[in-house]
């Protein structure tokens, strides 16, 4: 069965590199499982759609729809302008907005697509007026939005809890040091790279105007800084589950976005209630076929019997934990980070438990190199959502992506894996 599984995966990987849509790649798979493995699908159809029921898989449509408004809204831009205020007259300042901003974003909507689209429009041009050069500026803004994959809520971590049975309040907390310290590095990264760009910065301000200018942008952006209070504090206060967390964000976003920001209308509420119907109906398609496939593979047992392979060639612990690094480094490169955590945590699982890991840094760890696919090709999702808006070539902005993923990344992926604290300690503080 081992052979038959990794025949399944070549298969979907293969249609995946051929452009076929997601669900399909899945359905593929599937059948190789069905004719050639002689899989009963009696039963799995069946269990899949009874899964789909489950309410925390709620929060994913809702958690999307969110983003969405907040992107066509204007309350992203309240919120660039306000962290713009401490930071935007030093040198370099403006990539550690375009950083700070995309993290705070990521903290609404659960979307790694969000942060790009809601602060590429804004900010690209404006760091290119500024002296950054194009490409390098549409880069720190697709890599910073990755930290929406991270810093809670996340939908990536959503999935992994209800795939694997791990709290999922645990998983959100699992990924925020890391998430945190991502964002750390971006912006110190870019504060060196400033100094090799000729940039115009803003005159300094005098003390008293310096406060001036926080209050009244803090003013105006404090309904847009309370989404994120509303949302991490009814979960973490145990007054809601992250299902009510993100009907909650929806229901708070609207009457801002029509009342207070005016940014929202009838048409563009409409186009986002569209853009979210069909993000949410590919990812539920998508999630059937993979949950089908990945319950095929525990019925095999090849969880099991991969864990058994693994430990044939070696039991050291960091020597495993490397190659599973770079496994779901690869896996990352070629599929999102959605299809990732499905197909393959529940097959890991067994064997990270065995080395002594708890799931929940697994989450984390599972967390942030399936995040970090979203801007390395072939696969990149969001780098090239970025090269579109920020109107500029792909081949441009890869270099400059790939260097802010080895010295702002890199790091992080090895930390999260060696020092368990990394992730387990807010956890540990919360009680999980």
Not at 164 to 173: E, G, K, N, V, Y
Request: aromatic fraction near 10%.
């Amino acid at each position: 069965m081992i052979e038959i599984a990794l025949l399944a995966i070549l298969v979907l990987v293969i249609t995946l590199t051929l452009g076929v849509p997601l669900p399909w790649c899945f359905g593929a798979a599937l059948m190789v499982m069905y004719f050639i493995g002689d899989v009963t699908m009696k039963g799995m159809v069946l269990w899949g759609f009874q899964q789909l029921g489950n309410p925390a898989l709620l929060a994913i449509p809702l958690f999307v729809l969110a983003g969405t408004i907040m992107s066509e809204s204007g309350i992203a831009a309240a919120l660039l302008r306000f962290v713009n205020a401490f930071v935007g007259h030093v040198r370099g300042g403006l990539g550690v907005v375009a950083a700070v901003s995309c993290a705070i974003i990521g903290a609404i909507s659960g979307s790694g697509l969000t942060g790009i689209s809601a602060i590429g429009p804004l900010l690209i041009p404006e760091m290119e007026k500024r002296g950054y050069p194009r490409e390098y500026a549409t880069a720190l803004i697709a890599n910073s939005s990755i930290l929406g994959l991270l810093i809670p809520p996340s939908l990536s971590m959503i999935l992994f809890g209800w795939v694997t049975d791990t709290s999922i309040a645990a998983c959100f907390l699992a990924t925020l040091g890391p998430g945190l310290l991502i964002m750390f590095n971006f912006s110190a990264v870019n504060l060196w790279m400033a100094r090799k760009f000729n940039l115009v910065l803003d005159e300094k301000p005098t003390a008293r105007e310096f406060t001036a200018d926080i209050t009244k942008r803090g003013i105006y952006a404090f309904p847009a800084l309370l989404m994120p209070v509303m949302i991490l504090g009814g979960i973490y206060g145990g007054i809601m589950t992250p299902t009510e967390s993100a009907a909650l964000a929806v229901i708070y976003a609207i009457p801002v976005g029509f009342l207070i920001y005016r940014g929202l209308r009838l048409d563009n509420f409409l186009f986002a209630g569209k853009e979210a119907a069909t993000a949410v109906g590919a990812i539920m398609l998508m999630i059937l076929f993979s949950m089908i496939l990945g319950q095929m593979f525990v019925y095999e047992g090849v969880p099991q019997k991969l864990v058994s392979v693994i430990f044939g060639i070696t039991e050291n612990k960091v020597v495993l934990l490397i190659l599973i690094n770079i496994l779901l480094f690869l896996i990352g490169m070629v599929v999102n980070d959605a299809t990732a955590i499905i197909l393959v945590a529940p097959l890991l699982l067994p064997l990270m438990q065995a080395l002594d890991i708890s799931p929940v840094q697994f989450a984390a760890i599972m967390g942030v190199n399936t995040a970090m696919g979203g801007v390395t090709p072939p696969y990149a999702s969001i780098l090239y959502l970025g090269a579109r808006i920020g109107k500029v070539k792909v081949t441009k902005v890869i270099p400059p992506a790939m260097f802010l993923v080895l010295t702002g990344y890199v790091p992080v992926v090895f930390l999260t894996s060696f020092w368990p604290d990394l992730s387990l300690y807010l956890p540990r503080l919360f009680g999980y």
